[in-house]
């Protein structure tokens, strides 16, 4: 069974900084690109970045220069930093495969960025 497991959310002021991890069980992780997803408030979720086998990864341009995604396929974990955080980067994070999320969603993490 194929779980999903965000943490590292929480509250944090403008221009703070947060990391975000997400552990994989039941899937060959390693063999996976890895995403995570955002959903604010009365907002659709959105692709935040991606991450290849390999490490090569890719940004949404509304993060681009603030966020890094890692990944530890040993540990079967992606990881997302978060930096220069702006208000609205509030939104509920989420991990799951790319380019399509086939997994079931994990209960996600919030993340609140207060101004």
């Known amino acids: 069974q194929v779980q999903l497991a965000e943490s590292g959310g929480g509250l944090v002021q403008a221009g703070g900084s947060l990391r975000l991890s997400c552990a994989a069980s039941g899937i060959i992780f390693s063999f996976n690109y890895m995403a995570w997803y955002r959903q604010a408030p009365g907002k659709q979720r959105e692709l935040v970045a991606y991450?290849?086998?390999?490490?090569?990864?890719n940004y949404a341009d509304s993060v681009k220069g603030r966020f890094t995604i890692s990944r530890d396929n040993a540990k079967n974990t992606v990881y997302l930093q978060m930096n220069s955080l702006k208000p609205e980067d509030t939104a509920v994070y989420s991990c799951?495969?790319?380019?399509?999320?086939?997994?079931?969603w994990g209960k996600g993490t919030l993340v609140t960025v207060s101004s």
């Open positions: 799951n495969s790319w380019p399509s999320p086939i997994y079931a």
């Open positions: 991450i290849g086998r390999g490490g090569i990864a």
